[in-house]
């Protein structure tokens, strides 16, 4: 297997290991394993991928989330990104599909606001439009990295509260349905997610972060505005031109992305399985002490 750096120091395209290796084989997995804790985000390309090879090669990471209540492909291990609607045509830019598209063009992390956080998403391309479409990441490590020491302190101890329906009503007031609301409740976490193997800190917030434990509103809002801001930062990103055969995977806990826009007429279809974090991923550190998840 061979490592190519990607930068702006995270990312990199694994050459000479298949999904199907990282399934059936130990020391693959090992490999890959350690280029994720290292690289935060790992491409893989001209791969045959089918929902199987692609959830056989997730499992070994952890357990596979089970999609969420509103999500194309709810209940199955699949999350199913596209704007084609039942009648096998493009849907119109209004349209629930697209509303839910452009909430994933602001910069995020997966599943935050859920009981258990991800620890990887693996998305993989299905039907991919001519121009535009891209996936861009940054590093919540490198930028946790480049804040200043006290800031850093400051964020040790510091806990943020993320909600679905807060990232949903920056694109429609209602895109996030009442099941929804329901079965997502708030979350509060650590603002900083320490790696468990490496010892390294990162940001750990997204599109759904709208408070700090124990700050005002206003000021709460305004520290994660700002980092959210340092963390993506113009030059500090991986931007990902999808080719077909294309698989991507992700470090959710050190990593940030956003979708970005493409011609509102073309088909754009991608699959994505994401694996749940554990104790060993760092999970339990990030719990906060001293909340309950509001409601
Ligand atoms: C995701 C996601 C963006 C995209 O799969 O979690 O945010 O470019 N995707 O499709
Ligand atoms: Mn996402």
């Given amino acids: 297997m061979e490592i190519v750096p990607l930068g702006p120091g995270f990312a990199a395209e694994l050459r000479g290991v298949t999904l199907e290796d990282v399934a059936s084989d130990d020391a693959a997995y090992a490999a890959v394993r350690a280029a994720f804790e290292e690289h935060s985000v790992l491409v893989f390309r001209?791969?045959?991928?089918t929902d199987e090879i692609q959830l056989a090669f997730s499992r070994r990471f952890g357990p596979p989330e089970v999609t969420k209540v509103g999500s194309q492909g709810t209940g199955s291990h699949f999350v199913i990104l596209s704007t084609i609607g039942p009648d096998g045509?493009?849907?119109?830019?209004?349209?629930?599909?697209?509303?839910?598209?452009?909430?994933?063009?602001?910069?995020?992390?997966?599943?935050?606001?859920?009981?258990?956080?991800?620890?990887?998403?693996?998305?993989s391309a299905r039907i991919?439009?001519?121009?535009?479409?891209?996936?861009?990441?940054?590093?919540?490590?490198?930028?946790f990295e480049r804040l200043d020491p006290a800031l850093r302190n400051k964020l040790q101890n510091s806990f943020a509260w993320h909600d679905y329906a807060h990232s949903r009503s920056q694109i429609a007031p209602d895109l996030a349905s009442p099941e929804e609301r329901a079965a997502l409740p708030p979350q509060c976490w650590r603002m900083v997610w320490t790696n468990p193997v490496n010892g390294r800190g990162a940001i750990y917030l997204a599109?759904?972060?709208?408070?700090?434990?124990?700050?005002?509103?206003?000021?709460?809002?305004?520290?994660?505005?700002?980092l959210m801001e340092a963390a993506t930062a113009a030059g500090t990103s991986y931007l990902h031109p999808w080719r077909e055969g294309d698989v991507v995977m992700w470090d959710n806990r050190a990593t940030m992305h956003r979708g970005r826009p493409w011609p509102a007429h073309e088909p754009r279809l991608m699959v994505r399985t994401t694996i749940s974090a554990t104790a060993a991923d760092g999970v339990d550190t990030m719990?906060?002490?001293?909340?309950?998840?509001?409601?």
Avoid: C
């Fill in 128 to 143: 991919i439009p001519a121009r535009g479409g891209e996936t861009e990441y940054v590093s919540t490590r490198v930028a």
């Fill in 89 to 123: 045509k493009v849907v119109p830019a209004d349209h629930r599909l697209s509303l839910r598209a452009r909430a994933n063009q602001l910069w995020h992390t997966d599943s935050s606001f859920k009981r258990v956080p991800a620890l990887a998403s693996v998305l």
């Fill in 287 to 295: 719990h906060s002490p001293s909340t309950q998840a509001a409601e």
């Fill in 207 to 226: 599109s759904h972060a709208y408070a700090v434990e124990g700050m005002e509103a206003a000021a709460g809002k305004k520290l994660i505005d700002e």
């Fill in 46 to 49: 001209g791969q045959d991928v």
